[in-house]
Nanobody, 115 residues
């Protein structure tokens, strides 16, 4: 069982930055594939970025060059640095952990980009 708690969401103007954090407990963090997803109003949940324990990183095309996923295995945390935010980035952002053939989700954190 893995528990996840996100933090760092909020409201920001277009062009601004936010850093999301996700703290994990349970499982063996170094073996967990961590990912960020988002779900905008009336939209399906979509992958934003993922990072394996071995350092394999994937980004959705719509965030390449703007967002950076990182992880600190000593703190059991994964981060999402979001720069050059756009109104279309407005969504609830979720942290997901994949471990031992199971997926675990955090409760989500709201990100609103508006002038």
């Amino acid at each position: 069982q893995v528990q996840l708690v996100e933090s760092g969401g909020g409201s920001v103007q277009p062009g601004g930055s936010l850093r999301l954090s996700c703290a994990a407990s349970g499982g063996i963090f170094s073996r967990i594939v961590m990912a960020w997803y988002r779900q905008g109003p009336g939209q399906q949940r979509e992958l934003v970025a993922s990072r394996s324990s071995g350092g394999i990183i994937k980004y959705a095309d719509f965030v390449k060059g703007r967002f950076t996923i990182s992880r600190d295995n000593t703190k059991n945390k994964v981060y999402l640095q979001m720069n050059s935010l756009k109104p279309e980035d407005t969504a609830v952002y979720y942290c997901k952990a994949s471990f031992a053939m199971a997926d675990y989700w955090g409760q989500g954190t709201q990100v609103t980009v508006s002038s």
